[in-house]
């Protein structure tokens, strides 16, 4: 099982990006799909999922200006992301859990900044 990342970049403040994670390998059961970030020294931070139910979930910081989209069938999980701010910067990881296991991507690089 592997998980690519895309969609990432440099974006002024204001912007939008839309990183893109898609699932390949042998997979049988898609659950809880979500994007984490994270900056140096910090923890690794929850930002959005979404369950196999479609219910989602947001940290506060980003309530309102990012939306979580996610296709159990399609292996695939959006993070649509408007209203950037210099402080959402950070490398983006996808977070989905395949055949009852939990795996990352490599992490996308998003940077705000004018």
């Known amino acids: 099982v592997q998980l690519v990342e895309s969609g990432g970049g440099l974006v002024q403040p204001g912007g939008s990006l839309r990183p893109s994670c898609v699932a390949s390998g042998s997979i049988v059961s898609v659950g809880t799909m979500g994007w984490y970030r994270q900056t140096p020294g910090k923890q690794r931070e929850l930002v959005a999922e979404i369950s196999s139910s479609q219910t989602t979930n947001y940290a506060d910081s980003v309530k309102g200006r990012f939306t979580i989209s996610g296709d159990s069938a399609k292996k695939t999980v959006h993070l649509q992301m408007n209203s950037l701010k210099p402080e959402d910067t950070a490398v983006y990881y996808c977070?989905?859990?395949?055949?009852?296991?939990?795996?990352w991507g490599q992490g996308t690089q998003v940077t705000v900044s004018s």
């Open positions: 977070s989905i859990w395949l055949n009852y296991a939990h795996y």
